[in-house]
């Protein structure tokens, strides 16, 4: 009878063993969840251009700056609402801090501006960058 116990005993440890293991697998391999407040970042350059019908090209800082404003930068989600606009910078670009999903990008479009780049549809994902450089033809010839 005592080589009985021992074989339940052994039985139970093994299943006991498996079950701790399974629960360990699955705990690590269990995504963790995101924060509530976590969220993305999607940033870029843009270049806008020409800006003058011949060259040499002298456009003074304020109206380079008045080009950029002229044409932000539009996030929107798949409905169609939008939830994010910048104002490109002309050295720096933008970024726009985003919750986790997926959007569409655009522009505010001025005249016959058009950019091979938008409009695009980007994920974001908590705690990433996503960058997207915009170059923008104003149509100037």
């Given at each position: 009878?005592?080589?009985?116990?021992?074989?339940?005993?052994?039985?139970?440890?093994?299943?006991?063993?498996?079950?701790?293991a399974?629960?360990?697998?699955?705990?690590?391999?269990?995504?963790?969840?995101?924060?509530?407040?976590?969220?993305?970042?999607?940033?870029?350059?843009?270049?806008?251009?020409?800006?003058?019908?011949?060259?040499?090209?002298?456009?003074?800082?304020?109206?380079?700056?008045?080009?950029?404003?002229?044409?932000?930068?539009?996030?929107?989600?798949?409905?169609?609402?939008?939830?994010?606009?910048?104002?490109?910078?002309?050295?720096?670009?933008?970024s726009?801090?985003?919750?986790?999903?997926?959007?569409?990008?655009?522009?505010?479009?001025?005249?016959?501006?058009?950019?091979?780049?938008?409009?695009k549809?980007?994920?974001?994902?908590?705690?990433?960058?996503?960058?997207?450089?915009?170059?923008?033809?104003?149509?100037?010839?």
């Amino acid at each position: 009878m005592p080589e009985t116990d021992r074989g339940w005993s052994l039985i139970i440890m093994s299943l006991l063993a498996i079950i701790i293991a399974a629960a360990v697998f699955i705990n690590f391999s269990s995504p963790v969840p995101e924060p509530v407040n976590a969220t993305g970042t999607l940033t870029g350059t843009v270049t806008i251009g020409p800006l003058c019908p011949v060259e040499p090209c002298t456009v003074t800082p304020d109206q380079l700056a008045a080009a950029f404003a002229a044409r932000t930068i539009i996030v929107s989600i798949p409905g169609g609402s939008i939830v994010a606009e910048s104002v490109p910078d002309p050295r720096t670009g933008y970024s726009i801090a985003l919750k986790p999903g997926a959007y569409s990008i655009d522009m505010r479009h001025l005249g016959i501006d058009r950019s091979p780049d938008l409009p695009k549809t980007v994920t974001i994902r908590a705690g990433e960058t996503v960058r997207l450089n915009i170059s923008i033809d104003t149509g100037i010839r």
